[in-house]
């Protein structure tokens, strides 16, 4: 750790940034981050490929985030790369390229280890976790308005604390994160309690036309953009959708296959049980993830993946 | 505490007790409570009016839990009431009068102060996290089986630490009951993952025609009995439909209005803010509660109810 204060101290400027379609654990982990190198450090970029999705727009420091096309030149001394499994999905190669010196702090198993640092810990609950720690290290403060980013990260990425990831240290970390006396109440409404009548009648919609297969072990949900369009809602809106059906007695796995613009369809997977492995499902559609949350992007119709997906999850459930 | 040993110390006979429909934290206290005063001390009943919900039955000991009627005499020297705001809700009349001495350990500010000692925390998350202070009060061990329990009351009663009553004590408790190496995957399986498919495809079916009044402010699911035979599912299978409701943006009051076998109709209100008090809401149809989650029951059809609803949430809801 004396390597890394020593780095960040003689680094002229710092960029900090995510994996492409940032999440909560994404957003709070840089801005955690960011916002506590703040304190010392003048020259902190935080940068993502896309847009802040709206919901996080109440984190404080959001108004930092610039997306890489907003800036002159992807250069840096030090470029912190968080929560980001492989380097091709931070969404830019130059960044990669031009910056001197590269840390990875990440807590998916399947990271690359493409830094020159590479900080991986697939025990916890979140980067955020991790960012927590790190920033300890560095002995910079957890102040109320990191620990609101931080705390975003957790709940986001541990299930609110429901995931097997979610230890007594993430409860330890979450107490103290509290101490600061941060809003809960506001962080729990932005997340979760803004929910649209639309994105409400669109999962009663999905619910009611779920398709069951594998002998009531696979759970089934596809999304069409006509769909989306019918119901005005976007799919950030109805993220949660898949867990529905893993949340079934007897499904092993549940999976939202949804259209996308270009003729390609996304697979958003969720099991229940380390036994059940859906990285490696997802793996088999060059995605990745977690054991028990994974994702992938493929070409083909909704049809043509339903059948790929049924006959590849074939022997991933329980017979 | 020392006065409360020495009342335990000389007690020859104690049953432990909750209110009726237990929920998480009532039969997740007197469980845990149960197991640990075993630890030292024979002759502990755990008795309820109702059935143990199905839900619970996994929890250690809960093949110790009895109905009142399956024993002959309620007559005991020292009396637990749990999580049970006041006399009433115990559910018999019996226990509670020929009981020496009643130690009424509670979190519901409402609570009546109905025992010779009262032990009420309208701060805390949960009877469960009380219970587990007094159960190191007494010097008995919080064993894997023991925190299986209090866990279990603590999650269903935090909403999963989501509520503003899971604080820093809250998250440090949680630290300590991880520590015994409880199965936590196993508590979220049979708490929130045995869905059956009827009850989602009723979910589907209830936020399709969720009902919006009082200018968006007020979301009412409408439960018939019919409806219930129609899915065949038990109100049990689809408790947390209310607060799909709450958790739509600008909703400040979200309820359930469900036919009853009595001709009597039951109301279960959740809202957001502490500043929509759905507590004094209940009151007004002699209900209580919880200031963001209460309920009531009165005879009426579903109609006038449904109408008496609107009407006395007017002036709950923010203009």
């Not at 998916?108 to 697939?122: L, M, R, Y």
């Not at 101490?179 to 649209?196: A, P």
């Not at 390609?264 to 049980?273: A, G, M």
Request: charged share 25%; hydrophobic share 40%.
């Amino acid at each position: 750790m004396n390597k890394l204060m020593e780095i960040v101290s003689r680094s002229n400027s710092i960029a900090i940034t995510s994996h492409i379609d940032p999440d909560g654990d994404s957003i709070g982990s840089i801005l955690g981050l960011g916002l506590a190198l703040k304190q010392k450090y003048k020259n902190i970029k935080i940068l993502i490929r896309d847009s802040l999705p709206s919901r996080y727009e109440f984190l404080p420091g959001s108004e930092l985030i610039k997306k890489y096309d907003d800036i002159e030149e992807q250069k840096f001394d030090l470029l912190f790369v968080l929560d980001c499994g492989d380097e091709k999905r931070i969404g830019s190669n130059e960044i990669l390229k031009n910056s001197k010196t590269i840390v990875n702090i990440d807590h998916h198993i399947s990271n690359t280890k493409f830094g020159d640092i590479n900080i991986i810990d697939a025990s916890s609950s979140s980067t955020c976790e991790m960012v927590f720690s790190f920033i300890k290290d560095l002995n910079l403060l957890i102040n109320k308005e990191v620990a609101t980013c931080i705390y975003t990260g957790i709940v986001t990425d541990s299930g609110n604390f429901m995931y097997d990831s979610a230890t007594e240290k993430t409860h330890l970390i979450a107490s103290e994160l509290l101490k600061t006396n941060l809003n809960k109440g506001r962080i729990i409404y932005n997340l979760y309690q803004r929910k649209s009548i639309n994105s409400l009648k669109f999962i009663g919609y999905s619910l009611t036309n779920m398709k069951i297969a594998l002998d009531g072990r696979l759970a089934i949900f596809k999304v069409t953009l006509d769909l989306l369009n019918e119901f005005n809602v976007s799919y950030d809106n109805i993220e949660g959708l898949v867990s529905y059906g893993r949340d079934i007695e007897g499904i092993d796995i549940s999976v939202v296959i949804r259209e996308q613009e270009n003729g390609k369809v996304k697979l958003s997977f969720r099991s229940k049980d380390d036994d059940v492995d859906v990285r490696a499902l997802a793996q088999l559609f060059n995605g990745g993830g977690h054991k028990k949350a994974s994702g992938a992007t493929l070409t083909a119709s909704l049809a043509e993946a339903e059948s790929m997906v049924i006959e590849k999850s074939r022997k991933f459930v329980r017979w």
